[in-house]
């Protein structure tokens, strides 16, 4: 792999309701990002459309979570 690469975590499903889940997620993804960072990589998540994209959406300026550089959406509704 080579620096700079983007690497990917592939974020299954969670109930976003579940307001302690949806941190604990969130949380994780945040120090996702800034260890891939550190080490000279670009963070990447795969979330369903209307799951966990939406959350990462809702927290896209917070300055509590380092966003990732990229997010590959999942949209499971037939089209």
């Not at 941190?23 to 960072?37: D, E, G, I, P, Q």
């Not at 000279?40 to 998540?45: A, I, K, L, P, R």
Request: hydrophobic share 40%; glycine share 8%; proline share 3%.
């Amino acid at each position: 792999m080579f620096k700079g690469s983007a690497i990917y975590y592939d974020m299954e499903q969670y109930t976003t309701t579940n307001i302690p889940c949806r941190t604990a997620v969130l949380t994780f993804l945040s120090a996702w990002t800034k260890r891939l960072h550190a080490l000279g990589y670009v963070s990447g998540v795969y979330e369903n459309l209307h799951n966990g994209a939406g959350d990462l959406a809702s927290v896209y300026t917070s300055k509590l979570y380092a966003r990732p550089d990229a997010l590959w959406v999942a949209r499971y509704d037939g089209n």
